[in-house]
């Protein structure tokens, strides 16, 4: 079956770094958009990144563009998350997400990761 798993997230100071990976299997990651979001508590969750099939295009929210950059190997079947100038705000659980759709839209994803959490001190 299909599985997303993240790794990499963890406690960080602001303006610190974190690179998040996300490991595909059960699918043709090649064939899939894959995008990143975020959900901190008492929120909905939210896009964060997408990144196309191929890996050349990526949009960004508004709020990480600059600090965040997303990437894929597809002969490694993994989605990353470079975060740097971490800010308080960033903190939540980021999840991964895959689908044949290209989409920023939570609900049209049809794979997720089961998250990892992401904690900035001030």
């Known amino acids: 079956q299909v599985q997303l798993v993240e790794s990499g997230g963890g406690l960080v100071q602001a303006g610190g770094s974190l690179r998040l990976s996300c490991a595909a299997s059960g699918l043709t990651f090649s064939s899939y958009t894959a995008g990143w979001f975020r959900q901190a508590p008492g929120r909905e969750r939210e896009f964060v990144a997408v990144i196309s099939r191929s890996g050349g295009w990526t949009i960004y929210k508004d709020s990480v563009k600059g600090r965040f950059t997303c990437s894929r190997d597809n002969a490694k079947n993994t989605l990353y998350l470079q975060m740097n100038s971490l800010k308080p705000e960033d903190t939540a659980v980021y999840y991964c997400?895959?689908?044949?759709?290209?989409?920023?839209?939570?609900?049209?994803?049809?794979?997720w990761g089961q998250g990892t959490q992401v904690t900035v001190s001030s």
């Open positions: 997400a895959a689908d044949l759709s290209t989409t920023t839209k939570a609900d049209e994803y049809g794979y």
